[in-house]
């Protein structure tokens, strides 16, 4: 990559900002420190560019045009920006933006390098999301032509298309495409879901050190490649599938003390903006969102239940505006438009999983056949050794809790997410492990090419763990 490209990068990087800024501020949420943050921003204008990329399969607007739109957006934006808030605290404003990026530049210099001299090398990343997004740049849009060709089922055309889409416009700002540069949206996306974390953390009482190392914890997820953070800048999918819901459980299992009382009114937002961006990602974030949007409710609904019945607190979370306003401009938007388009040209899975699951006879001759191989090989795989490490240091912060207890400290006991967030790391193994029991591919090259990136979710949720047990023990040092 040249100067110039990077340079180019950073504008989409800084108009992609403000039109999340723009739609957050048009939707009037609750005030919130999250909603503000650049990067929640930056989450937002990534559905943003996800909405006028589905544009072009039901209108006939062009390339040109939708980037001219969009342009003028960021461009009110700044302005409304500016006008409310002061040329100072604007400037403050940027000079945050432009700090987080350095400081995380600074923890991971191999990633900027990476993408500066490497092309993709992963075949997903190659012949499914890149490839996808250097179709939706050249064809100026979505087009049936390439999405709906039966021949191309091989790269799984029925995939969302929320990294396509960044891949695509980020490369229009360059003015072409080649195998570096289409990465480099990549690295500024890495370094949003890192502030966000960092963000997070703070808000639930950690100091600013501690947080900043659990950020390099976080982005050395992923070193079975090799490459500390790599994962992140691969090109590949389920890494920025997975981080959008790490995030929602840490918001949701933040102590209500460690936050001012009107903060909370933003939760609900943020933790449907995040959904959004899963669902949009891949085609199992839609089920990881609906099954954690269901748990969410039930588990609440059970709560308010216990406490008296549904009025109260749970029924005031449930009618807020701001959440089904996320809900529906970012997530069931995308959703129905994409999913009209599939269903207007044929589209569809070829894993089947639920039809075969339903095929009498086929799911217990499958389980039989299957189970203890799948078991054996989710096991030894490489992804779930990094979360057995983070069970062990668990573990050993529960001998801690206990020892506090013991000598009298008071705070250190069991949370109540973090029963849930066990319950949940168990459920989302059970559901990878019938995936590869139901694929109709060959399933043991299935599991070969693909487990250690799915597992990349479970070993985050018990990464969620370890923080709500130092969240815990911070805490219980205080309480005599």
Not at 205 to 218: Q, S, T
Not at 462 to 480: G, H, I, T
Request: contains cysteine; hydrophobic residues 55%; charged residues 10%.
């Amino acid at each position: 990559m040249t100067t110039a490209a990077w340079l180019a990068i950073g504008g989409w990087f800084v108009v992609t900002v403000l039109l999340g800024g723009g739609a957050l501020r048009a939707l009037r949420l609750p005030p919130n420190d999250l909603l503000r943050d650049w990067s929640t921003q930056f989450v937002a204008g990534q559905l943003v560019w996800l909405l006028l990329t589905l544009l072009t399969a039901f209108t006939p607007l062009p390339w040109s045009a939708l980037l001219a739109i969009a342009l003028g957006l960021a461009g009110l934006q700044a302005v409304v920006a500016v006008r409310r808030v002061g040329i100072a605290p604007a400037g403050r404003a940027v000079l945050v933006v432009i700090g987080s990026l350095l400081v995380i530049a600074a923890l991971f210099p191999n990633l900027a390098a990476l993408v500066h001299c490497t092309p993709a090398i992963e075949t997903d990343a190659r012949s499914i999301w890149l490839f996808h997004g250097k179709a939706l740049y050249f064809d100026g849009g979505i087009d049936p032509r390439f999405f709906a060709d039966p021949l191309l089922y091989w790269s799984s055309p029925d995939y969302p298309l929320l990294l396509p889409a960044q891949t695509a416009w980020s490369s229009t700002f360059v003015g072409r495409w080649d195998e570096f540069g289409s990465r480099a949206c990549l690295w500024f996306l890495f370094a949003a879901w890192c502030r966000l974390l960092f963000v997070v953390l703070i808000r639930r009482g950690l100091p600013w050190w501690l947080g900043v190392a659990l950020v390099f914890v976080f982005g050395c997820f992923g070193i079975s490649f090799h490459t500390v953070g790599f994962a992140y800048v691969s090109g590949q999918a389920d890494y920025h599938c997975s981080l959008p819901l790490l995030l929602a459980m840490l918001v949701l299992g933040t102590p209500r003390t460690a936050v001012p009382a009107d903060a909370d009114a933003g939760h609900g937002p943020f933790v449907a903006l995040m959904l959004a961006s899963t669902a949009a990602t891949k085609s199992e974030g839609t089920i990881y969102a609906l099954l954690f949007a269901a748990a969410l409710l039930g588990w609440h609904g059970l709560v308010a239940l216990r406490r008296g019945g549904l009025r109260g607190p749970f029924a005031a979370a449930v009618s807020q505006r701001g959440t089904w306003l996320v809900t529906a401009v970012f997530g069931l938007l995308p959703w129905f438009l994409w999913a009209r388009f599939k269903a207007a040209h044929g589209m569809g899975s070829n894993l089947r999983l639920f039809e075969r699951a339903t095929t009498p006879g086929l799911l217990q001759e499958l389980l039989s056949t299957r189970l203890p191989t799948v078991l054996q090989t989710l096991w030894n795989d490489p992804q779930l050794q990094q979360t057995k490490w983070l069970l062990g240091a668990l573990a050993v912060l529960a001998v801690v809790s206990v020892l506090l207890r013991v000598l009298g400290r008071r705070g250190a006991g069991l949370r109540a997410c973090e029963p849930v967030q066990a319950a949940a790391w168990l459920a989302v193994l059970a559901l990878i492990a019938t995936t590869y029991v139901l694929t109709p591919h060959d399933y043991v090259y299935h599991m070969t090419t693909s487990l250690t990136r799915l597992l990349f979710l479970p070993t985050q949720m018990v990464f969620v763990l370890v923080v709500f047990r130092l969240d815990a023990l911070r805490r219980a040092s205080f309480d005599r």
